[in-house]
């Protein structure tokens, strides 16, 4: 089983700057896309960025220009970099990570918990 570990969101007021970590683990499996998603009230559940092992990146429309997602892959870790925030980025984020086992060929995905991140005008 692959555990998922997000670190504590926070509350900021707009325009300040916020990072996230994801950690993501396994024995014996192999992670291939670790990514960020987020879910306001009311509102769908939403992709935010996301990572590939080779450092391929993919960003929201909303948040290019001011978010920054990167990843190490010798510890399995993701950051996402929030600059600029905005009351609409408040919601709640969850890490999600895309894993096989070495001796397998089917890919899972793997959610953490979601932690608040909240912004305040």
Known sequence: Q????ESRGGSVQAGESLRLS????????????????RQ????????????????TTNYAD?????FT???DNAKNTVDLEMNSLEPEDTAVYYCRARAKRYIG?????YWGQGTQVTVSS
């Open 22 to 37: 994801c950690a993501a683990s396994g024995r014996a499996f192999s992670i291939n896309i670790i990514g960020w998603y």
């Open 62 to 66: 909303s948040v290019k220009g001011r």
């Open 105 to 109: 060929s089917l890919y899972n995905d």
């Open 69 to 71: 997602i990167s990843r």
């Open 40 to 55: 306001a009230p009311g509102k769908q559940r939403e992709l935010v960025a996301t990572i590939t092992s080779d450092s």
């Open 2 to 5: 692959v555990q998922v570990v």
